[in-house]
């Protein structure tokens, strides 16, 4: 992989904490932001800034979901404040890309399923909470850098994790997360995820990249809106 000398951004800090939490959701507070490169692995995947399971995360895949967060920001009243706090964005969201694929296989080998009335149902409750769909969708871009097309995304990202942590046994004691841990720790290794360095390395034991904020578990309430920096 070769790298291009680029200028880096500053480093995101912790996000605020809102009021309401749900079960489990996932932290993605990532390392500095740099720009894309066009190769991963050593130029054995040109054009990847990821590969999860012998699956490609494109850079073309990955600047689209950037692109749809910075246009949503632009719209915002508070533009440059939402801009300023997330220069990391493209680490960020591909840290969540690797995440979510980690999440389907667990849940593929767990046996675990996401009906469309489950996700319905769980999408309503998280409106409901934030007090309509347009304050949902700003307090997700604030707090999470999530565009209103990614709801959708965060929404089966927590109706997974819940139904894992059922499946598995995992409670929200400290020996439940270490189990649920292990399962995702586990699975994380069997894709052999291969990122590309400009993004820093995958961290298996951790589920996510490497110097990213630790603790990728913690308990919330039914509010995505409450879950970690980077989710």
């Known amino acids: 992989m070769h790298r291009r000398t680029q200028p880096r951004t500053p480093r995101?800090?912790?996000?605020?904490?809102?009021?309401?939490?749900?079960?489990?959701?996932?932290?993605?507070?990532?390392?500095?932001a740099a720009p894309l490169l066009t190769a991963c692995g050593g130029d054995a995947h040109p054009g990847a800034?990821?590969?999860v399971g012998g699956e490609r995360?494109?850079?073309?895949?990955?600047?689209?979901?950037?692109k749809d967060v910075r246009t949503a920001q632009a719209a915002s009243p508070e533009s440059a404040q939402l801009v300023a706090a997330t220069g990391d964005l493209s680490r960020r969201k591909l840290?969540?890309?690797?995440?979510d694929r980690v999440v389907e296989?667990?849940?593929?080998?767990?046996?675990?399923?996401?009906?469309?009335?489950?996700l319905q149902q769980t999408r309503t409750?998280?409106?409901?909470?934030?007090?309509?769909?347009?304050?949902?969708?700003?307090?997700?871009?604030?707090e999470q850098g999530v565009a209103p097309g990614q709801i959708d995304g965060v929404v089966r990202r927590n109706v997974l994790l819940n139904k894992i942590a059922?499946?598995?046994?995992?409670?929200?004691?400290?020996?439940?997360?270490?189990?649920?841990?292990?399962?995702?720790?586990?699975?994380?290794?069997?894709?052999?995820?291969?990122?590309?360095p400009r993004y820093g390395a995958?961290?298996?034991?951790?589920?996510?990249?490497?110097?990213?904020?630790?603790?990728w578990l913690r308990r919330i309430s039914q509010d995505p809106n409450a879950a970690p920096a980077g989710a």
């Not at 995360?57 to 950037?66: E, G, Y």
């Open 125 to 142: 409750a998280f409106v409901r909470q934030s007090g309509g769909e347009d304050r949902l969708a700003a307090a997700l871009l604030q």
């Open 95 to 99: 840290n969540s890309m690797i995440f």
């Open 166 to 196: 059922a499946k598995v046994g995992a409670d929200d004691s400290p020996e439940g997360q270490k189990k649920l841990t292990e399962v995702f720790t586990a699975a994380s290794k069997d894709l052999a995820i291969d990122v590309n």
């Open 12 to 32: 995101r800090t912790q996000q605020p904490r809102t009021p309401r939490r749900t079960a489990l959701a996932v932290s993605a507070a990532l390392l500095v």
């Open 49 to 51: 800034a990821a590969v």
């Open 57 to 66: 995360i494109d850079v073309a895949s990955l600047q689209a979901q950037v």
């Open 202 to 215: 995958w961290d298996d034991a951790r589920i996510q990249l490497a110097s990213a904020t630790p603790a």
């Open 105 to 118: 296989k667990v849940a593929r080998d767990e046996g675990v399923t996401a009906s469309r009335a489950e």
